[in-house]
């Protein structure tokens, strides 16, 4: 997600007995995570329509990276397990297809991750709906497997994508912003949603372009040139930009 400032714009066992359970649900009833936002409905980043939330903070810092508005962990918002549910419950009733988390670095807050996942599995299998869910980190697979307490923060994921953004390997793969980031399913339904797009090539990105509070928020994975390319056709349009989130 790139964010522009207008004047006038990276994605589980069942506990045993009743003390573990227990121990589990109240764990996951004080978690909060730090957010920049939430929206929907998202087409951009996963199939169909789904909720997106974008975790703050990032230490990863990738060159050209197009979101640094999500860099600074004191940025965002805290957003409460039960006020995710409440959202993520809404959007189910509304039909949503899925749930998309991306950053910042998810990662960073591994808990806080976790329980959320763990919150939106237990809302869709109580509203009966196959809603899959997706999250995109920029930690590398060998780095997941050399911290696996971190990585376990994915456990509830149905579908991860993984891998730095680089630049200087832009990529025609759908939802993954340059060739080396990997798109790996987790679980039957993570298989059944995903398996049709794993080498899947759009002829063209589908980007979301959002307009609020004197911001132009631009969401999906664009390609080489499609930013610049936005930012003109808005300073034609009148709009005039102090900043842009892609630049330093």
Do not use: K
């Not at 995570?33 to 939330?53: D, E, F, I, K, W």
């Not at 749930?99 to 919150?119: F, H, K, R």
């Not at 979301?208 to 994975?221: A, D, H, L, N, T």
């Amino acid at each position: 997600m790139a964010g522009l400032s207008a004047d006038g714009g990276t994605p589980a066992a069942a506990a045993a007995g009743v003390a573990a359970g227990a121990a589990a649900e109240a764990a996951t009833s004080t978690a909060a995570a730090l957010v920049g936002q939430v929206y929907r409905p998202v087409t951009s980043l996963g199939p169909g329509r789904r909720l997106g939330v974008w975790f703050q903070g990032c230490t990863l810092a990738c060159p050209g990276c197009m979101s640094r508005h999500t860099w600074e962990a004191t940025g965002g918002r805290e957003l409460t397990v039960e006020r995710f549910a409440a959202l993520w419950r809404a959007a189910l009733a509304d039909g949503l297809d899925g749930l998309t988390v991306s950053g910042g670095e998810p990662l960073e807050q591994p808990a806080a991750l976790a329980a959320l996942l763990a919150a939106a599995d237990a809302e869709r299998r109580r509203a009966g709906r196959p809603a899959d869910l997706l999250v995109y980190t920029g930690w590398e697979p060998e780095e997941l497997a050399a911290d696996p307490a971190t990585a376990a923060a994915l456990d509830g994921a149905d579908a991860v994508i993984t891998g730095r953004y680089r630049a200087g390997q832009p990529t025609e793969l759908a939802w993954r912003g340059s060739a080396n980031q990997r798109l790996t399913t987790r679980t039957a339904l993570g298989r059944e949603r995903y398996a049709p797009y794993l080498d899947h090539r759009p002829e063209r990105p589908e980007l979301q372009v959002r307009v609020s509070e004197g911001e132009v928020r631009v969401i999906g994975v664009p390609r080489p040139g499609d930013l610049g390319r936005i930012e003109r056709d808005l300073v034609r349009r009148g709009v005039t930009l102090r900043e842009t989130s892609w630049r330093p």
